[in-house]
T-cell receptor
Framework: GAVVSQHPSRVICKSGTSVKIECRSL??????MFWYRQFPKQSLMLMAT?????????EQGVEKDKFLINHASLTLSTLTVTSAHPEDSSFYIC????????????FGPGTRLTVT | DAKTTQPTSMDCAEGRAANLPCNHSTISGNEYVYWYRQIHSQGPQYIIHGLKNNETNEMASLIITEDRKSSTLILPHATLRDTAVYYC???????????FGTGTSLTVIP
């Protein structure tokens, strides 16, 4: 099946700094990518929908100025957590749609962010 | 918001069939039902999806009721590696978003 990668897999940063997470579709073109956040023992929460070449659409309650999303190419989307705080510590997961395969969403392995 | 409700947890004996139910009573006619599973600290893994007809693949079978208000995922011969959280998701028709519900934590018991 199609592969989606994320980098880094784990990151620890200090409060107040910014962190960038990359999401890549390795063997298909993804015109749409999604970003999710998952707190321990909870379900995935959709943060935003990212379409290549256009601004991301954020879900209600998600701060667009804090979670910057860039989808500059058909294989790469980035999520930047700006001025991170401990409450931003979470598991961040991206997914990508391969439109040639019945709109199936392929998920990345996730990035564990810890803000100290 | 998630359009699905699932039992919080289930147990299944190894080698037996695991039947995981899902209610999606507000599903629209052009919305698909997807099933994914998530093993601890990994990204969700696709299992199967369907619209109206029952579906089967190498991993599982999906049974959708005629009124489409509920479905059941069947793992025919559960193994210990099938222990995971299973999510039933209704895919938004005009944007393809997935809104995850709470899922069912399946434990396969030796």
């Amino acid at each position: 099946g199609a592969v989606v990668s994320q980098h880094p897999s784990r990151v620890i940063c200090k409060s107040g700094t910014s962190v960038k997470i990359e999401c890549r579709s390795l063997d298909f073109q993804a015109t749409t990518m999604f970003w999710y956040r998952q707190f321990p023992k909870q379900s995935l929460m959709l943060m935003a929908t990212s379409n290549e070449g256009s601004k991301a659409t954020y879900e209600q309650g998600v701060e667009k100025d804090k979670f910057l999303i860039n989808h500059a190419s058909l294989t790469l989307s980035t999520l930047t957590v700006t001025s991170a705080h401990p409450e931003d510590s979470s598991f961040y997961i991206c997914s990508a749609i391969d439109r040639t395969r019945s709109y199936e969403q392929y998920f990345g392995p996730g990035t564990r962010l810890t803000v100290t | 918001d998630a359009k699905t409700t699932q039992p919080t947890s289930m147990d299944c004996a190894e080698g037996r069939a695991a039947n995981l139910p899902c209610n999606h009573s507000t599903i629209s006619g052009n919305e698909y039902v997807y099933w994914y599973r998530q093993i601890h600290s990994q990204g969700p893994q696709y299992i199967i999806h369907g619209l109206k007809n029952n579906e089967t693949n190498e991993m599982a079978s999906l049974i959708i009721t005629e009124d489409r208000k509920s479905s059941t995922l069947i793992l025919p011969h559960a193994t210990l590696r099938d222990t995971a959280v299973y999510y039933c998701i209704v895919r938004v028709a005009n944007g393809n978003q997935f809104y995850f519900g709470t899922g069912t934590s399946l434990t396969v018991i030796p």
